[in-house]
């Protein structure tokens, strides 16, 4: 709550206008996603919006564990009376529409938690999107996604990986891994306390050690109150390289276990603040066999350089998200974006009948 209230703040001030209403990112071990199909008939043997909302609705309804709930529902492609591919169904005519959507799913109990952070900050949430999608919405461009991208996104405990071909996600999916064991692996190595371990990784880490000038030094603080001594940046490096490289090699097995190692002809995007350090791309090509490039937020005029990184590519693409036009209500605060949906898709149901 004390970090929601000062970043909105903060906002405030720079944007000169009071925020009352915000979309929130969710991510974590919890997010799950899997693909599904659905099938209606057509009434009036030309496909509607209130079709294209049915079959949506009949793709949506999966068996789910009690503790999880739908996050997104995102359309891979169409089909009327058989005919594939189809992005845009709507006056069409056919009998027979069916969907074939990607289901991310999420824990209801950290979803809540992250509307009662924003409700009890004063903030009413409009909608809670996926951190990776998120992200996706900054840094991707339209063909990437048509050719084939994953989106490799590195957090703190966690690394989302969000992969596209044709135009629409494919597989996703949560490693609970991320760049705060890259640093538990540098307090343990180097001995020294976790918090000047991150700044060592920060400042001085690079994820190749032969990107490393040998004479390069460091120092590292100690514990105890001992002084800080003096080591060769290089070890720093050769702590850091098997870490990624386990990180990225278990992105690959997703890949593959899904079967898109061979649809990625953009290659892999990777965001995220731990991204950053010097011979993260080198890595990365070594591990992937594609290219690789580090996903900075695209046309972002008038935003202050230190943000137009990879670090902030979820909250630059959250903007983008919410600026898009929807033809929906906002999520009622009472009732939270997840039940705010299924309500209103019932009185769209109920009005459809009357």
Not at 50 to 67: H, I, Q, Y
Not at 105 to 122: E, H, L, P
Not at 181 to 208: C, N, Q, W
């Amino acid at each position: 709550m004390q970090a929601i209230a000062s970043a909105v703040k903060e906002a405030e001030v720079s944007a000169s206008c009071e925020v009352h209403s915000v979309f929130a990112s969710v991510g974590g071990g919890h997010v799950k996603g899997f693909n599904s199909h659905g099938v209606v008939a057509v009434k009036t043997r030309e496909v509607g919006p209130a079709d294209v909302d049915r079959v949506l609705d009949a793709a949506r309804a999966v068996a789910l564990p009690l503790d999880q709930d739908v996050l997104h529902a995102l359309p891979q492609e169409f089909l009327v009376d058989g005919q594939d591919g189809v992005k845009e169904p709507i006056g069409m005519s056919g009998v027979r529409l069916e969907a074939r959507v990607h289901i991310i799913s999420t824990a209801i109990a950290s979803a809540q938690n992250v509307i009662k952070c924003c409700q009890r900050s004063g903030l009413h949430v409009a909608d809670l999107v996926f951190s990776p999608y998120a992200a996706s919405e900054a840094v991707l461009t339209p063909e990437e996604r048509e050719l084939g991208v994953a989106l490799v996104d590195v957090g703190a405990g966690t690394t989302g990986i969000l992969a596209f071909a044709n135009g629409a996600v494919k597989h996703t999916a949560v490693l609970s891994i991320g760049g705060h064991h890259v640093s538990s692996d540098i307090a343990a190595g180097l001995r020294t306390p976790f918090r000047d371990a991150e700044v060592l990784k920060r400042r001085f880490g690079a994820a190749m050690a032969s990107v490393v000038p040998e004479d390069d030094k460091v120092e590292v603080p100690t514990v105890g109150g001992r002084e800080p001594r003096e080591l060769s940046r290089r070890i720093l490096a050769e702590i850091i390289e098997p870490r990624f490289e386990e990180i990225f090699a278990l992105v690959q097995r997703q890949i593959i276990r899904c079967g898109l190692d061979e649809m990625l002809a953009s290659g892999i995007v990777l965001t995220g603040g731990s991204v950053l350090m010097e011979g993260v791309v080198g890595l990365a090509e070594r591990v992937f066999r594609v290219p690789v490039r580090v996903g900075t937020p695209l046309a972002c005029e008038g935003l202050d350089e230190a943000l137009a990184g990879p670090a902030f590519a979820a909250a630059i693409g959250l903007t983008r998200y919410g600026a898009e036009p929807r033809d929906r209500l906002p999520a009622l605060v009472e009732e939270g974006p997840l039940f705010g949906r299924v309500r209103r898709r019932m009185v769209g149901w109920l009005k459809e009948l009357v």
